[in-house]
């Protein structure tokens, strides 16, 4: 990532930054959408975010965390046009969360669909900034402190959330009984 920074930062790479781009584009739309009514308005939040990036990209070395600056620009900018077209939530309790289902990992590849269905049904049951936690820590893989600087809200505040995000989804998905598929043998 460093490399790519350096390269759009000190030769202007327009291929490196390409890179970036796609590196973050789908998870960064995916959270705008978040907060915005429409998938092209989460796209449309984060090419300015993109733009602004590349119109400033001499700065790029001096930020710190680049992936924690990309949220919280694609969320402040997510936030500006909410405003705008005058569908301001107060407060991120009001926000509904959609789930993005990436390519599974080997591992995650054996949990059967059955297992799936039910682990997704018990997310989409917690509540909406729970939800939303989880699935930056989660599907994202953000730190806990990054989620802070993102959400503007206390490390302990994403603890909680978390530690009340798995307790909901141990009791609402119990894997000790497996699913029938198990037990009919072919």
Known sequence: MQLLIERIARYNDQLAFRQLFLHFCDRLIHFA???LS???????AVS???IKLWQ??????EIANLQTYLYKAVK????NYQARIKHIY???DHISVKINAQAPSPEEALISRENLQQIEQ???????????IFKLVKEDNLSYREVADILDISMNTVNVQMSIALRKLG??????????????KK
């Open 33 to 35: 959408g978040t907060f």
């Open 38 to 44: 429409s998938r092209e308005e989460a796209e449309e």
């Open 48 to 50: 300015d975010v993109f």
């Open 56 to 61: 400033h990209r001499e700065k790029l070395p």
């Open 76 to 79: 402040n900018t997510a936030l």
């Open 90 to 92: 107060t407060d991120i």
């Open 122 to 132: 018990a997310v989409n049951r917690l509540p909406p900034r729970c939800k939303l």
């Open 171 to 184: 009791k609402a998905i119990d894997l000790s009984h497996p699913p029938s598929f198990y037990l009919s």
